[in-house]
T-cell receptor, first 115, second 115 residues
Framework: AQKITQTQPGMFVQEKEAVTLDCTYD???????LFWYKQPSSGEMIFLIY??????QNATEGRYSLNFQKARKSANLVISASQLGDSAMYIC????????????FGTGTRLTIIP | DAGVIQSPRHEVTEMGQEVTLRCKPI?????LFWYRQTMMRGLELLIY????????DSGMPEDRFSAKMPNASFSTLKIQPSEPRDSAVYFC?????????????FGPGTRLLVL
């Protein structure tokens, strides 16, 4: 079974609109962390935002926020006021349990912002 | 601060040749990861080190792949002999182990093409 599922292979969004990128995960651990990375066409992996399983509030970093619904095991990334520079692949990842450093990655969502 | 440094950035070689990829992690980070990214399989963890010791090499494809970390500031991933199916982007990442929220910081990647 997939541990990280991103069901949207690609999305097209009008500039300045908000966009939600879906991510669901599967784990039996109580302590885990969820990460989002951005991969532009140049190829580098850029860390965007982190959410811990025990964090009571949704994480926010500038225009990025994470809609964390623990019971549903979802950690959707929300980008507000999208910009042309947001066009990229967005990859969700999970780190299970303290002491285990391995990240499991989703297959990504390719986001294209339309002017 | 310098990020993770990888060299070379691009490598084109012929089948059967030895390929050596190099990585310098962020100073002070005690964990280092080697990943491979392909269109078909996404990001896959090959091996990771903690305090220069290999912890998990279960993702290393086969005996043709080997990785070393002789000191805290340098690691190599070697493929010998290389095959066309090894063509991919190879990323090195580093992190500061200890906190589950500690993210992995990725290098720019090495694009490998085996002809």
């Amino acid at each position: 079974a997939q541990k990280i599922t991103q069901t949207q292979p690609g999305m097209f969004v009008q500039e300045k609109e908000a966009v939600t990128l879906d991510c669901t995960y599967d784990t039996s651990d109580q302590s885990y962390g969820l990460f989002w990375y951005k991969q532009p066409s140049s190829g580098e992996m850029i860390f965007l935002i982190y959410q811990g399983s025990y964090d009571e509030q949704n994480a926010t970093e500038g225009r990025y926020s994470l809609n964390f619904q623990k019971a549903r095991k979802s950690a959707n990334l929300v980008i507000s006021a999208s910009q042309l520079g947001d066009s990229a692949m967005y990859i969700c990842a999970m780190r299970e349990s303290f002491g285990n450093e391995k990240l499991t990655f989703g297959t990504g969502t390719r986001l294209t912002i339309i002017p | 601060d310098a990020g993770v440094i990888q060299s070379p950035r691009h490598e084109v070689t012929e089948m059967g040749q030895e390929v050596t990829l190099r990585c310098k992690p962020i100073s002070g980070h005690n964990s280092l990861f080697w990943y491979r990214q392909t269109m078909m399989r996404g990001l896959e963890l090959l091996i990771y080190f903690n305090n220069n010791v290999p912890i998990d090499d279960s993702g290393m494809p086969e005996d043709r792949f080997s990785a070393k970390m002789p000191n805290a500031s340098f690691s190599t991933l070697k493929i010998q002999p290389s095959e066309p199916r090894d063509s991919a982007v190879y990323f090195c990442a580093s992190s500061d182990q200890g906190r589950i929220q500690e993210t992995q910081y990725f290098g720019p990647g090495t694009r490998l093409l085996v002809l």
